[in-house]
């Protein structure tokens, strides 16, 4: 059973930045894409940022030159680094890794970001 766990979340000033990370565990195999997604309450999950097995990535375009999507094979991890963030960016963010067999989901870390 894979499990997804973000963090880095937190509260930042308008023009700052955070890295999210998502770390997996639990036979991490087979691996299509991990991607970023950001859901406010009351509103369906949006998509923000995928990277394949192949490194090809790509962004929601709010993200293009603002977002880097990276990811860190031999720990497993998948990192989001936002950049020039707004408040419109406040949201709780997931992660979502995809293998050849299922879609797994964090529990999601809160971004908050003040005006």
């Known amino acids: 059973q894979v499990q997804l766990v973000e963090s880095g979340g937190g509260l930042v000033q308008a023009g700052g930045s955070l890295r999210l990370s998502c770390a997996a565990s639990?036979?991490?195999?087979?691996?299509?894409?991990v991607g970023w997604y950001r859901q406010a309450p009351g509103k369906q999950r949006e998509w923000v940022a995928f990277?394949?097995?192949?490194?090809?990535?790509q962004y929601a375009y709010y993200g293009k030159g603002r977002f880097t999507i990276s990811r860190y094979n031999a720990k497993n991890t998948v990192y989001l680094q936002m950049s020039s963030l707004k408040p419109e960016y406040t949201d709780v963010y997931y992660c979502?890794?995809?293998?050849?067999?299922?879609?797994?989901w964090g529990q999601g870390t809160q971004v908050t970001v003040s005006s």
């Open positions: 990277i394949n097995s192949g490194g090809f990535n």
């Open positions: 979502n890794l995809v293998t050849y067999y299922d879609s797994n």
């Open positions: 639990g036979g991490v195999f087979s691996i299509k894409a």
